[in-house]
């Protein structure tokens, strides 16, 4: 009960949508008005196919000059009007009625039926209403699974450059015993010397050590999944912060993005997995 008076969600009442929605109906109207000849259109003119198919697009298409006045209406009230589900299908049925008394008015006066009124006008209900329900349900479908898909990408999206910002890269001892944590997009690189390696940081543009006792090879093996990547048998740099990557001479460099020129050396033992990330990390 609470959805009936809940307001419509904004993409039932973008311009554009409507618009597109109008001439959906229009099209599927006037395909189902020559299959299906619905109001004896069969029996209205003793004409052609190609000409009974002029004759039938003017029909619907003036029938389709009330669909467009009540969409206009409906978008110049929507930014004054809080349109709930209940009154979004009354505005609907009203459309539906008046469109259902139009196509009577033809049938009565311009193609002389002699069928009772009531009766001619329930059955111009039940036929309008599967001209009108049909597109009508098949463009909310699929205007709600594209505003669903739309809303999950900017989720999507939002939830992974937040959670880039704020995504910690954790560093344990030998023991495994945690010791500290980082923001990843401010690791630079790490140098191990010995059984110690150092994570050197950008901090508010100062160069800042912080050393562990660890070796390069177990703390590679715990950073697999992250950008901070070795390069060297006594370096890991972090690929989010790479600014150049140039051979000089036989030798291959990675420059970091910091104020002050630090250069890393790529070995030729990780030379093919460095240009493999950085492919991957650039797609």
């Given at each position: 009960?609470?959805?009936?008076?809940?307001?419509?969600?904004?993409?039932?009442?973008?311009?554009?949508?409507?618009?597109?929605?109008?001439?959906?109906?229009?099209?599927?109207?006037?395909?189902?008005?020559?299959?299906?000849?619905?109001?004896?259109?069969?029996?209205?003119?003793e004409?052609?196919?190609?000409?009974f198919?002029?004759?039938?697009?003017?029909?619907?298409?003036?029938?389709?000059?009330?669909?467009?006045?009540?969409?206009?209406?409906?978008?110049?009230?929507?930014?004054?009007?809080?349109?709930?589900?209940?009154?979004?299908?009354?505005?609907?049925?009203?459309?539906?009625?008046?469109?259902?008394?139009?196509?009577?008015?033809?049938?009565?006066?311009?193609?002389?039926?002699?069928?009772?009124?009531?009766?001619?006008?329930?059955?111009?209900?039940?036929?309008?209403?599967?001209?009108?329900?049909?597109?009508?349900?098949?463009?909310?479908?699929?205007?709600?699974?594209?505003?669903?898909?739309?809303?999950?990408?900017?989720?999507?999206?939002?939830?992974?450059?937040?959670?880039?910002?704020?995504?910690?890269?954790?560093?344990?001892?030998?023991?495994?015993k945690?010791?500290?944590?980082?923001?990843?997009?401010?690791?630079?690189?790490?140098?191990?010397?010995?059984?110690?390696?150092?994570?050197?940081?950008?901090?508010?543009?100062?160069?800042?050590?912080i050393?562990?006792r660890?070796?390069?090879?177990?703390?590679?093996?715990?950073?697999?999944?992250?950008l901070?990547?070795?390069?060297?048998?006594?370096?890991?740099?972090?690929?989010?912060?790479?600014?150049?990557?140039?051979?000089?001479?036989?030798?291959?460099?990675?420059?970091?993005?910091?104020?002050?020129?630090?250069?890393?050396?790529?070995?030729?033992?990780y030379?093919?997995?460095?240009?493999?990330?950085?492919?991957?990390?650039?797609?």
């Amino acid at each position: 009960m609470n959805l009936l008076f809940r307001e419509i969600p904004d993409y039932l009442k973008d311009k554009s949508t409507i618009i597109t929605q109008v001439m959906f109906v229009s099209i599927f109207a006037l395909v189902f008005i020559n299959i299906y000849s619905p109001f004896n259109a069969s029996s209205w003119f003793e004409v052609g196919r190609i000409e009974f198919f002029f004759y039938s697009s003017a029909f619907i298409l003036s029938g389709m000059l009330i669909i467009v006045l009540s969409k206009l209406i409906f978008v110049l009230l929507t930014g004054r009007v809080r349109f709930t589900y209940l009154l979004f299908g009354i505005w609907h049925f009203i459309e539906l009625v008046l469109l259902s008394v139009a196509y009577l008015v033809v049938d009565l006066v311009l193609l002389k039926s002699g069928a009772e009124l009531i009766e001619r006008f329930t059955s111009l209900l039940f036929i309008t209403l599967l001209v009108l329900a049909i597109p009508y349900s098949l463009s909310w479908l699929w205007l709600s699974l594209k505003d669903k898909r739309t809303t999950l990408e900017n989720l999507t999206e939002n939830t992974s450059q937040e959670f880039k910002e704020k995504q910690m890269v954790i560093f344990r001892d030998e023991t495994e015993k945690l010791r500290f944590s980082i923001k990843s997009r401010d690791i630079l690189y790490v140098e191990s010397t010995d059984n110690y390696v150092t994570v050197l940081t950008n901090e508010k543009g100062k160069l800042k050590k912080i050393m562990l006792r660890n070796t390069m090879k177990r703390l590679e093996k715990e950073l697999e999944g992250t950008l901070i990547q070795r390069c060297h048998r006594s370096y890991m740099v972090n690929f989010e912060n790479i600014k150049l990557v140039k051979l000089i001479s036989a030798n291959l460099y990675i420059y970091m993005d910091f104020p002050e020129e630090i250069r890393i050396p790529v070995s030729r033992t990780y030379a093919e997995h460095v240009h493999e990330f950085l492919n991957r990390v650039s797609l």
